[in-house]
């Protein structure tokens, strides 16, 4: 447990070295932080912290930077999660007022938004399609041979793909397969989309069996596909004082590349409504010198997906944080 004067020190020290991305000395912190003590004291406290694991002494200079332990324990004792300017909240709320027509489009919009005022990386990913619910289904003609089928659920997602076939199809068959797949399926799972579905449908139309079949094959190709990554940010993120090492750079570039592993990441637990992994913290080696904040993006208690920002471990964590709460209140409040 850390003094009250210790935590001064250490909060100024993480806060400095987010803002310069260059190692902290006791000059530095008697100059521009209000500590009330000499520069003696706080080269002692600073030794102390770089003691307790929470401060890293570089080799080529007297200053410190934060570990990764040190992060750690500015975000969850010292943080300050109202880091937001009365300029950001109105380009926020201006954003998320724009008028969407489907949900991925509002989760790119606040996306896009984080990415523009944190000017990290931000990724995305939409809600597993099992745990949403059928809300309706259409078919329309595209010809006498081909269909397109509209698939939209509970969370907004509206899905569209086009299934063609070997015979003609009917009005009058388009018209049943309308009335029995929204009977059956209306309120539904999307996973009651299987095996036994099928079954039933072949027994109760036998003669629709040549259209029923390519139908369900490609509602739940299109349904389950993978999940669509969407990234933000990336080039402007480039710029910053860690990327000029390519090792790091490289590293960067190889982690957006990995779909997989995105994935992974946006889908690890939510013990809280904001998650952050600093470092070592991340299970994937490649993740050693970045750190991920992620959040449930929701309206009410619709889940529309995962958010995420990867940035360095140098990462202003108070703005990201102060950003992400603001904007989860303004879509709850939809």
Known sequence: MLDDRKKKVLQAIVEEYIYTAEPVSSKALIEKYDLNCSSATIRNEMAELEKTGMLDKMHTSSGRIPSAKGYRYYID?????????????????????????????LTKITANTI?????????????????????????????????LAIIMTDTGMVKETIIKFDEDITEKQIETLNYMFNNKL???????????????L????????????????QIKKVLFEENEIHLQGARKELELPEFNSLQVAKNFMNILDEKDLIVDMLNSGFAKDINVYIGGENEDEKLKDFSMVTFKHKVGNKDLGTIGIIGPKRMDYSKVISIMKYISKKLNDK
């Not at 990415?115 to 059928?134: F, L, R």
């Open 77 to 105: 004792e010292l943080l300050k999660d109202d880091n937001i300017s009365l300029e950001e909240i109105k380009y926020i709320s201006d954003k998320l007022e724009t008028k969407v027509h489907e949900i991925e489009e």
């Open 115 to 147: 990415s523009e005022i944190t000017h990290y990386t931000t990724v995305t990913i939409g809600p597993k399609a099992n745990e949403q619910i059928i809300q309706e289904i259409k078919f329309v003609s595209l010809g006498t041979r081909m269909l």
């Open 186 to 200: 209306k309120g539904q799972p999307i996973e009651k989309i299987d095996q036994p579905l099928e079954e039933y």
């Open 202 to 217: 072949y027994q109760q139309m036998s003669d629709m069996v040549k259209v029923i079949k390519p139908i369900i094959d």
